[in-house]
């Protein structure tokens, strides 16, 4: 609970509140009033709320905190009015069933409350004019430049102050907060990016800890986007970032991309990747994408209309290899290979941002720390490649608006019955369904023969399969397969 | 976005710490054709002598945080929000 208070707070009724036979531990935190600021001596201070907004906004931090560290349970007072020297200013006390937990969340609420209550201090000086707290009067000429945080980047001259003053508005979407995601998010925000969308739908998971760097035990079952933001926001106050806990898919995909400046993909399956890939080259967005597998990873800089694009290369063979490489939830994997190529998708992310892409946009990378070597591959464009050769007028999906490469919603043009099918993932029991027939998502060649009987209509779970499965098997000329966008 | 000229509108604006005392009031009926808050708070900065830099302000309409190129409409209550200082 969260409460505002024109009084002193009782700290021992607040305390008595933590009583829960369930909770090993409780933490209580004290913020007060101190005699000192800056060198001067304090003599009180005032605080004023803009209090429906701050109690609405209190509540919401101690429900995303109860959230964000599941077991918690939180209780905060926030003072207003005049305080004296030694007088708690916010009393915030939290109950858990282990320690981590309790230390991790008390934590989170004074960082999330000193972030966005709408609170003010104005603090009283002996001998000089009062001041409110954290407000200037006039704003520096370019903050993002003149702080020192970003001072041995700004020095580099391939970045300058031109640079940091692009990356300082620049907006990059992280889809997947994974082993990837976390170091290439780290590393974006470390660098003062202006605004991070993150997108991920899972949560932490003990097996993610060792190389998803973002999160601690604390926050297993946490949503991973909110854990994320919470890091992210601590590392580098100056960086927006917007935590979206829900999963890419064809009907999100064209809103989540547009406006940004660049996306890193750090999912883990080809389904979602040829999405993303898709959706960004209809955008005109700048791709950084990698994949790991054990000690190996490959990075790709994809930009509308130079290089090759994804269906170039997987083109006629992409099903069967997105069946074999369609997850590696459960895979062995060297948890340095998703850093190191996580960390060289930031880096990539902010040369595009600051005009330093160079001739990654026509090249693979391929990395193998097992033996330590790095080798890049040219990616021209392949001739012929039904993606980028198809016109407006010939789209690679039914339903694409503007794009040879996406389509929003993948409805079939009238006077089209397509046969529905649906696509059953390995171990997946479904009811049958009398207006689909079920094809394993894998059997590629029962797919290719049903589409040259007639149209056919891929259906999945989350419509983000289904939509990579069309698009391939229209890459390969099978004209007549259309994809459903949303849940069977 | 619309294109056609801004109609004017009543809005309701609440002033709190530096912006109170920079406006000289805390509370204000304002008749504007300012269609965002963006818009609105450089009126203020001409018209009521506000200094608190552009960049550092937050908004909320209706007591909700939104953004500075939410539009306005008539009737709405826009506080502008300087940098918090709570804890």
Known sequence: ???????????????????????????????????????????????????????????????????????????????????????????????????????????????????????????????ADPEWVNCPAEQADSPAVADEFHARQVALPEIGVAGQEKLAISRVLVVGIGGLGCPAALYLTGAGIGHLTLVDDGHVERSNLARQILFTEAETGAPKV????????????????????????????????????????????????????????????????????RFEGTLDVFRRGEGGCLHCHWSGHGAVDLEATASCEAGAVFAPAVGVLGVMQAAEAIKQIVGRGGEAAHQTRLIDLLDGTSQIIERPARPGCPACSRTEAAPLMIGADDSPYFAGSAIAPAGVSPLAIRLIQEGELLAPANDMIDVPAHDLA???????????????????RSSALARLLRAEGLDNVYAWESVV | MS?????????????????????????LE??????????LYEELQRTRGLRVPRGVIRVAVNARYATMETPLRGGDTVVFIPPVAGG
């Open chain 1, 1 to 127: 609970m969260f409460a505002l208070s024109d009084q002193p707070i009782d700290a021992a009724a607040w305390r008595a509140k933590l009583a829960s036979p369930d909770a090993g531990a409780s933490v209580v935190f004290e913020g007060r009033v101190r005699n000192h600021h800056g060198g001067r001596a304090v003599l009180r201070l005032e605080y004023e709320a803009f209090g429906e907004l701050a109690v609405r906004e209190g509540e919401d931090i101690v429900t995303e905190t109860e959230k964000l560290y599941p077991g918690s349970r939180v209780h905060c007072v926030h003072r207003t009015g005049r305080l004296e020297v030694g007088e708690i200013a916010v009393w915030i006390g939290v109950e858990a069933p282990h320690r981590q937990t309790a230390y991790a969340a008390s934590r989170h609420v004074i960082e999330e409350l000193k972030r966005s209550l709408p609170v003010w201090k104005k603090e009283h000086f002996e001998g």
């Open chain 1, 226 to 293: 909110l854990a994320a933001a919470a890091r992210l926001r601590r590392r580098n106050p100056a960086v927006q970032i917007t935590p979206l806990d829900v999963a890419f898919g064809a009907g999100n995909a064209r809103t989540l991309v547009a406006g940004q400046d660049v996306v890193i993909d750090g999912t883990d399956n080809f389904a979602a990747r040829f999405l993303i890939h898709d959706a960004c080259m209809a955008l005109g967005v700048p791709l950084v994408q990698a994949a790991v597998h």
């Open chain 1, 446 to 464: 029962r797919l290719r023969e049903l589409a040259a009987a007639g149209p056919i209509m891929l259906r999945c779970r989350n419509g983000v």
């Open chain 2, 30 to 39: 304002l008749e504007t054709c300012a269609p965002t808050p963006a818009a």
């Open chain 2, 3 to 27: 294109t056609s000229p801004p109609s004017a509108h009543r809005l309701h604006l609440q002033f709190f710490a530096r912006l109170r005392e920079e406006a000289g009031c805390s509370a």
